[in-house]
């Protein structure tokens, strides 16, 4: 209760900055990506329910002959780099975050088709709302590897607490601002966990 209690005061209170800030920022994805300014994807929450996760469009919805997406890399823009490194994508989610589907901090919503994929030790993850920042995104965000970010993702929801909460939150901040770990080696964003896959090396 205290949890959701500072996610709403803090949210609420702060919104003379952010909403000015976002209504800008859907202005510069308009023009740079056109429309639709908002990306809208199913996200598994607390329990694994499922909700509509908001946030700013970083990729063209540039296809192939067949009709098909192309490659992460091929539509993701340098606009779109830029929105994701410093995290100003990221905004929208603030509405979930009011809407109680989402807290400041606790793991990141993954996609749905990973819940069948996680052991029962990863699945503890969804034991709590999913946030706008966490454990894994601090300790190194997209440069760590699948099992090491599920694994900070349970240290989380073993420790958690207001004071991690809040040092998670200042850690955040220096995060944003040295933009590192925005995607993993080699790829546009971060691979697909995939468990099952063959690996081509430890970090896969």
Known sequence: MLKRIFDLAAVVGTAPLWMPLAAIVAVLVRAKL???VFFRQRRPG???VIFELIKFRTMRDTRDAAGRLLPDA???TAFGRWLRSTSLDELPELVNVLRGEMSLVGPRPLLVQYLDR???RQARRHEVRPGLTGLAQVMGRNALSWEEKFEWDVRYVETR???LDAKIILLTFKAV????GVNASGEAT???FNPAAPRSDSRR
């Open 34 to 36: 056109g429309a639709p």
């Open 46 to 48: 607390r329990d694994a």
């Open 74 to 76: 091929e539509r993701l």
């Open 118 to 120: 996680y052991t029962p």
């Open 161 to 163: 607490g207001f004071w």
């Open 177 to 180: 601002l040295g933009r590192g």
């Open 190 to 192: 971060m691979s697909e």
